[in-house]
């Protein structure tokens, strides 16, 4: 969802140009077109594991977690922006990976 109301105040509280931030299987963004965030499989790939993580553990109940969570480790060491991170970093390694495979000579 482009110029999503509630990314923009993550936007915000974050001081970020641009943010994505999943509610249930909505990624929600602001400061960044559609176009432009698919573009980016890294940040693709983070959003989507909040995605999972929101099935996994239900709405209601990831919300609190990630909130509680928040609380006591900081956003930043947050465990689930962590495994989101993780997500992202691995993609990135596999897009480097094509990326050289795609340089290199066949033969």
């Given at each position: 969802m482009e110029k999503s109301p509630f990314a923009r105040i993550a936007r915000w509280v974050l001081k970020s140009t641009n943010v994505a931030m999943v509610l249930?299987?909505?990624i929600h963004l602001?400061?960044?077109s559609k176009e432009l965030f698919l573009q980016n499989r890294?940040?693709?790939a983070h959003e989507l594991c909040h995605v999972r993580q929101f099935q996994?553990?239900?709405h209601?109940?990831?919300l609190w977690?990630?909130?509680v969570e928040s609380l006591r480790v900081g956003y930043y060491n947050n465990k689930y922006e962590v495994e989101?991170?993780?997500a992202g970093t691995k993609e990135a390694y596999l897009v480097t990976?094509?990326?050289e495979s795609a340089a290199s000579p066949k033969g």
């Open positions: 249930g299987k909505t602001s400061g960044v890294s940040w693709v996994d553990n239900g209601v109940r990831f977690l990630y909130f989101a991170r993780l990976l094509e990326s």
